[in-house]
């Protein structure tokens, strides 16, 4: 499975808190849209948004990327904030949920 992560440093959590509703919404759209395998949105009382979005192979991030590969820098255009992104291979992910869910 492959990842992109994104790591959005605002200035403060009321910052972070009105561009979450954002990416929220626009990474719901792209969830159908480019068949995500799974998706993290995570925000912390600094004012960090973490994003993890999960692939099930190259093709369906080369959608993502085609569709939403801007996403960030449309969120420049509004906010204030620092940012960096890594894409990367899955080597761990666990969900007590989903096993939960399959017994």
Do not use: W
């Given at each position: ?18 561009a979450?509703?954002?990416l929220?919404?626009t ?8 068949d995500l395998?799974g998706?993290?949105v ?5 004012g960090?948004?973490?994003?993890n979005?999960?692939?099930p192979?190259?093709d369906?991030?080369?959608?993502f990327?085609k569709?939403y590969g801007d ?6 255009k509004?906010f204030?904030?620092k ?10 992910n666990?969900d ?8």
């Amino acid at each position: 499975m492959l990842s992109r992560t994104y790591h959005l440093k605002f200035p403060d959590l009321d910052s972070a808190q009105v561009a979450a509703p954002y990416l929220t919404d626009t990474l719901g759209e792209a969830i159908p849209e480019c068949d995500l395998a799974g998706l993290t949105v995570l925000i912390g009382k600094e004012g960090d948004i973490s994003v993890n979005i999960f692939f099930p192979g190259p093709d369906e991030l080369k959608t993502f990327e085609k569709k939403y590969g801007d996403l960030v820098e449309s969120l420049k255009k509004t906010f204030l904030f620092k940012s960096s992104a890594f894409d990367g291979v899955c080597i761990l992910n666990f969900d007590a949920s989903a096993e939960e869910s399959a017994a």
